[in-house]
């Protein structure tokens, strides 16, 4: 069992940067891949940036991140993050934070990003 508690999201002017926090509670290991998603009003959930494990490593981002966010993760701390730059008004959504094992998946409950033009 893992839990995951998203924070760092509010209103930021286009242009501006943020910077949210993933803390991971529980059952939780460096061997867990990690992922930000968003999820608009009206849109499906989607991947934004994805880190693997300790075991593999790497990492991934949405072409619309790619250059713009940073995904990092800190094991000693239980926290993964997300810096957001160049914030465009495209990017309002609620951001939630994700932990996958072998299959098993995890959710946090989001944090608000909104982007004012």
């Known amino acids: 069992q893992v839990q995951l508690v998203e924070s760092g999201g509010g209103l930021v002017q286009a242009g501006g940067s943020l910077k949210l926090s993933c803390a991971a509670s529980?059952?939780?290991?460096?061997?867990?891949?990690m992922g930000w998603y968003r999820q608009a009003p009206g849109k499906q959930r989607e991947l934004v940036a994805y880190?693997?494990?300790?075991?593999?490593?790497?990492?991934n981002y949405a072409e619309s991140a790619k250059a713009r966010f940073t995904i990092s993760r800190d094991n000693a701390k239980k926290m993964v993050f997300l810096e957001m730059n160049s914030l465009k008004p495209e990017d309002t959504a609620v951001y939630y934070c994700?932990?996958?094992?072998?299959?098993?998946?995890?959710w946090g409950q989001g944090t608000q990003v909104t982007v004012s033009s």
């Open positions: 529980g059952n939780f290991f460096s061997l867990h891949s």
């Open positions: 880190i693997g494990g300790s075991d593999v490593g790497g990492t």
């Open positions: 994700n932990s996958e094992l072998h299959g098993t998946y995890y």
